[in-house]
């Protein structure tokens, strides 16, 4: 794709400025004709001298675009053929790989460090407590609730509070605790419709 602009840098204004406005004119336009067609002007005096060193500047701009454009042409052909390589075969449909590469470099992380991050500790610290262990621990705190129906609870709701997963069944223990205690001192609200 041939490059859409040609550059104007602050350095020919020195020069530009010697020129009066219609030579000026002529001048920009014959640069512009060069740089797209490649046609040479019919200039004198000092608006030839003045395309000649501009036009100089333009062919070092153009080479450079070129070798640009081919370089960034060379480098996707050896990305995306599929003879030189096994890594890119197209678009991939899944991300999975992805995820496998986070778990490494977790797994890094903690081979480094000695101890698992934040990250890691938070994604794999909430374990759902079985009826025992829920059991044992209303019968440790002595307060009534039936282990079963809170087990059963939030089995249905897939350990959600609200809509956050649950982090620690044992404050959710005490959570049923504070809403199963009677409280004398607040009036109930009624909704009447």
């Given at each position: ?21 219609d030579e000026r004119g002529r001048l920009i336009i014959a640069l512009l ?161």
């Open positions: 794709m041939p490059k859409a602009y040609i550059s104007l840098y602050y350095s020919y204004r020195e020069q530009l400025e010697i020129l009066p406005d004709d060069y740089a797209e067609n490649g046609t040479f002007p019919t200039l004198e005096g000092a608006s030839n001298m003045a395309f000649a060193f501009i036009k100089a500047q333009i062919d070092r701009d153009t080479e450079k675009y070129n070798e640009r454009c081919q370089k960034n042409r060379d480098n996707i052909r050896k990305r995306w053929n599929p003879e030189n390589t096994n890594e890119y075969d197209g678009i991939q449909s899944y991300t999975k790989h992805t995820k496998e590469k986070e778990k490494e470099k977790e797994k890094k992380k903690e081979s480094i460090i000695g101890q698992p991050s934040v990250a890691a500790r938070t994604r794999s610290s909430f374990q759902p407590p079985t009826l025992d262990e829920v059991a044992a621990y209303c019968r440790e705190r002595n307060n009534g609730i039936d282990a079963q129906r809170f087990l059963d609870h939030y089995q249905a709701n897939g350990w959600m509070v609200g809509k956050a997963k649950m982090k620690d069944w044992r404050a959710a223990v005490r959570n049923w605790e504070r809403q199963e205690e009677p409280q004398p001192d607040k009036p109930r609200m009624k909704f009447l419709n």
